[in-house]
């Protein structure tokens, strides 16, 4: 019973262990962006710091192998249950230590879980266990572990729990295994109460710490946004805040600011109207991205317009703006418009398994900070959305800030260009992000900017119209390279655009 109940801890404590490591991968990749390298660069010190564990648990002595690793598992359910919440807390209201808390944190849990399993097998051959029955059976149940979570933490834990809620159930879990070992080995342990108090604390103030993760959340969110939050929540795919002050409500994804009320219309009129005033005949247009229905409001403003199919990844975000009443005023009910579809699916799938035709196409993505949006914009991304584009229609791409990004901004054009497609490049200024670009592409090569628009409008007219397609010499178009999947340029240039602005 006790070898029986040591081996299935190594299940647990697998589990656990990966899943602090996962936790901090997706909360470093949240909060800093580019994916690939917080989670390589997490992965790694993890690896190292129980490869560090593995090789301090040999000065563990014999007598105190089965202690020690209770004592251990405390302090893993303790650190590792409060890691997610204390690093948010953290970068909410100390942004600057934020990344040398992230890796110590990761670096002290790796030497601790690194300890765990050489300690259990220590205590499974004190109990005289075949040597290769034991390592059998240690490793199996570890590998066993890390399958689980693996496959639990991104389709259920992350996207119903939370980070920082999931982090206390791994805690929970931590703490859960050293009061049953303590239980189960209780006549070898000296002293057991004092050990069996300490998990028992441990327990208890971690599930307490479950219970208010919400409101922990929302404080630490509160000190990152600073205005009242009236909506948060954790997607499979990305974290979604609505906040508002006074009449201004904003969209943050991922703690990167999508929209404000107050001039969202700027944003929204120049990446619709330039292309749609230029299509009277148009009937059927595709938006990619744009889950808010802002987009789509602009699209319905004109009457020509029969159909429109929105295709969006995220369920919650088109749900959250198909229901919640305030969004739902400031979109004007556009994703619930009979003429409207939506779909939830990755929009280069879609792509290939349709063979649709649109007239006009609008790409209203996030900007490219990772690999995973970066590969929307791509060649191959755009060389299949020219297939669904009509031979006398146009696209439109939101193409982040030609002022601070112009290398990203200027790629987004070449890659166009590589993909096959003619480009006007123009920009507009909106004052919550400053100077903001978009590159109007089609098979056809006579575009002219519109000198008059038919339908209302608050900020375009052919002034403004003209002005967006002239850009001044801090803008010019400068030497660009284009977007291919297997390198990504586009990633790292505006992964270094962003850098130089922010110093």
Same mark, same amino acid.
């Given at each position: ?18 899943? #602090? ?7 470093? $990749? ?28 040999? #000065?563990?002595? =014999? ?31 100390? $942004? ?18 690194? &300890? ?15 040597? $290769?029955?034991?390592? +059998?059976? !240690?490793?199996?149940? =570890? ?6 979570? +693996? ?16 982090? /206390?159930?791994?805690? &929970? ?9 303590? @239980?189960? /080995? ?23 710490? /479950? ?22 929540? +954790? ?27 107050? =001039?969202?219309?700027?944003? @929204? ?26 987009? !789509?409001?602009?699209?319905? *403003? @004109? ?7 929105? !295709?969006?990844?995220?369920?919650? &975000? ?5 229901? $919640? ?49 970066? *590969? ?11 297939? @669904? ?40 200024? !909106?004052? +919550? ?13 006579? #575009?002219?900017?519109?000198?008059? #628009?038919?339908?209302?409008?608050? /900020? ?14 801090? &803008? ?16 790292? =240039? ?10």
């Amino acid at each position: 019973m006790r070898d029986r109940t040591l081996v299935l801890s190594v299940l647990i404590v697998a589990s656990c262990g990966l899943g #602090y490591e996962l936790i901090a991968g997706a909360l470093s $990749s949240y909060l800093l962006g580019d994916s690939i390298l917080q989670f390589s660069s997490i992965i790694g010190c993890y690896l190292f710091a129980m490869g560090v564990g593995s090789w301090l648990s040999r #000065y563990v002595k =014999d007598e105190d192998v089965l202690a020690r690793f209770i004592d251990i598992e405390i302090l893993i359910g303790l650190l590792g249950g409060i890691s997610a919440a204390l690093l948010f807390v953290v970068f909410a209201w100390l $942004s600057a230590p934020f990344r040398t808390a992230l890796y110590a944190m990761v670096f002290v849990l790796g030497v601790l879980v690194g &300890m765990e399993i050489p300690l259990v097998m220590r205590v499974l051959n004190t109990r005289r266990t075949a040597f $290769s029955e034991l390592v +059998s059976r !240690v490793l199996t149940f =570890d590998y066993l572990g890390a399958l689980a979570v +693996s496959l639990v933490f991104p389709l259920v834990l992350a996207p119903r729990l939370g980070l920082s809620r999931t982090g /206390f159930l791994f805690g &929970m879990l931590n703490a859960g295994v050293a009061l049953v070992t303590i @239980h189960i /080995f209780r006549d070898e342990l000296k002293p057991v109460m004092s050990r069996m108090l300490r998990a028992s604390l441990v327990l208890v103030l971690l599930a307490g710490g /479950f219970l208010a993760s919400g409101r922990l959340t929302h404080w630490a969110e509160r000190g990152m946004f600073g205005d009242e939050i009236i909506h948060s929540e +954790s997607t499979p795919y990305q974290r979604l805040v609505i906040t508002r002050w006074k009449d201004d409500m904003r969209l943050y994804i991922n703690g990167n600011l999508q929209f404000s009320s107050r =001039d969202e219309h700027r944003y @929204h009129e120049a990446l619709v109207h330039p292309v749609l005033q230029a299509l009277p005949w148009a009937r059927r247009v595709l938006v990619i991205g744009g889950g808010d229905g802002l987009a !789509v409001r602009e699209i319905l *403003k @004109h009457k020509n317009i029969e159909h429109v199919t929105l !295709v969006d990844l995220d369920p919650a &975000m088109t749900t959250l703006f198909s229901r $919640s009443e305030p969004l739902v005023a400031l979109n004007q009910g556009s994703l619930k418009d009979a003429r409207v579809q939506v779909v939830n699916a990755d929009a280069a799938q879609w792509m290939e398994q349709h063979n649709e035709m649109f007239d006009a196409i609008i790409v209203d993505l996030p900007d490219p900070s990772n690999f995973g949006l970066g *590969k929307l914009y791509s060649v191959p991304m755009y060389k299949l959305m020219s297939h @669904h584009l009509a031979e006398k229609g146009y696209a439109v791409v939101q193409s982040t800030s030609p002022y601070f990004a112009p290398r990203s901004f200027w790629d987004i054009d070449a890659t166009l260009r590589e993909a096959g497609l003619h480009t006007w490049p123009y920009h507009a200024y !909106v004052p +919550s992000f400053g100077e903001w670009g978009f590159i109007l592409a089609g098979k056809r090569d006579d #575009y002219t900017p519109p000198t008059r #628009y038919t339908v209302p409008l608050k /900020f375009l007219d052919a002034d403004s119209t003209a002005l967006m397609f002239r850009f001044p010499a801090d &803008m010019a178009p400068r030497e660009a390279r284009a977007n291919r999947l297997n390198e990504q340029s586009l990633v790292h =240039d505006f992964e270094q655009d962003w850098r130089n602005v922010i110093r």
